[in-house]
């Protein structure tokens, strides 16, 4: 606005804008406008540059000899000393690009396109205003033209400057989205942690519930043992015994496995064993882990009519953990189990665990997987 009305003033404009003929008073309107187009070039430039960070004493020159000197030369328009202070506003302008040069090098060096353009137009601003500068200071004749070179350079300034507000603004918007990406991928890394440390907690929920039946069975067992010590029983009845608190101990044995191995329960898919597994020995692993009178009640339905039990893949701790569990289920609540092999699709084996004993409900089938859920 400073640089518009001044150069309204040069060309005989500001008359016709403020209505009015007084020479004297357009005159010093225009040399008002010099000295504040001095003050704020200044602390343009001082912030463009980034003098109070990168060159504290450049700052304090700007502020002395550009803005102190702005101000003297708008006070002193309105007296007859404006000649006087004249002088070293043009001497400011020979000065300040040529002291500004490692500014305009620290500007160059910076990553920012907006940042580099400043450092080329701000010093081609005042080398295109050196001719008319000295001219001024009557150094060099003066010719027309020098003037129009003074009009025309502001243009790539005003012009730089745009494109870095937009170019600012651009990199503004791309630090908030990337500011948001970061805070989204912390919420999600929070999330997973919480689900991680939730899968954690059911986890040893469930190996602390499995582990109540071989806890029980031993106790039973031991208990049975003392009141044996005091009578002549059959030695069967006492290995019987003993072969129930091995079973419970090798069931926990189990246990304790799938417990070391819970980092992958709740590290995902990815994280668990593919290893090619011998379908008829794990079966038979979690029927050696019941006791002798349980194992008699399960029957076999398919499986030997197949030529051979199929072959699958999966962790085997895991499948073991979940035959025991349905097996348990069965044996408890029915008077027998049947465990059949179905082997038809190409893609997977299906093992069917049925037992005779009341059922759920249908109401109630969404709530059998919900963990500790007896109905």
Not at 35 to 49: D, E, F, P, R
Not at 79 to 91: D, E, K, N
Not at 290 to 306: G, I, K, T, Y
Request: glycine letters at 4%; charged letters at 20%; hydrophobic letters at 50%.
């Amino acid at each position: 606005s400073c640089s518009a009305l001044r150069w309204a003033a040069i060309d005989g404009l500001l008359p016709a804008l403020l209505h009015t003929d007084d020479v004297a008073l357009i005159q010093r309107l225009g040399d008002t406008l010099q000295g504040a187009q001095a003050v704020i070039g200044s602390l343009c430039q001082m912030h463009w540059l980034q003098l109070h960070r990168r060159l504290p004493w450049l700052r304090r020159y700007y502020q002395g000899a550009g803005v102190g000197v702005g101000v003297l030369a708008m006070g002193a328009a309105w007296t007859p000393y404006f000649s006087a202070v004249v002088v070293p506003q043009m001497l400011n302008l020979l000065l300040a690009p040529l002291l500004s040069w490692p500014a305009y090098r620290a500007l160059w060096r910076s990553s920012t396109l907006s940042e580099r353009a400043l450092a080329i137009v701000l010093p081609l601003h005042f080398f295109v205003m050196w001719p008319a500068v000295g001219a001024r200071l009557e150094l060099l004749a003066f010719q027309p033209w020098m003037m129009e070179l003074v009009r025309w350079s502001v243009l790539p300034v005003v012009l730089v400057l745009h494109a870095s507000m937009a170019l600012q603004t651009r990199d503004a918007q791309r630090a908030r989205d990337a500011a948001q990406q970061r805070a989204a991928t912390a919420q999600a890394d929070a999330q997973r942690e919480r689900h991680a440390r939730e899968e954690q907690q059911r986890f040893l929920g469930m190996v602390a519930h499995e582990v109540r039946t071989p806890v029980a069975v031993i106790d039973a067992a031991t208990h049975s043992l003392r009141l044996l010590d005091h009578m002549q029983v059959d030695p069967a009845q006492r290995s019987q015994r003993y072969d129930r608190i091995a079973q419970a101990v090798a069931r926990m044995s189990a246990l304790m496995e799938l417990t070391e191995a819970q980092e992958r329960l709740h590290s995902g898919p990815g994280s668990l064993q593919d290893e090619v597994l011998d379908l008829q020995a794990l079966t038979h692993q979690a029927l050696a882990l019941q006791a002798p009178e349980q194992v008699a009640r399960v029957q076999f339905s398919a499986a030997p009519a197949l030529p051979a039990w199929p072959q699958v893949r999966g962790d085997a701790r895991l499948l073991l953990v979940a035959l025991l569990n349905l097996l348990d289920n069965a044996l408890k609540f029915g008077e027998r189990a049947v465990i059949a092999i179905d082997d038809s699709s190409d893609r997977e084996v299906v093992i069917h665990i049925t037992d005779d004993g009341p059922g759920i409900p249908e109401r109630d089938f969404e709530r059998v997987f919900q963990p500790f859920v007896r109905l």
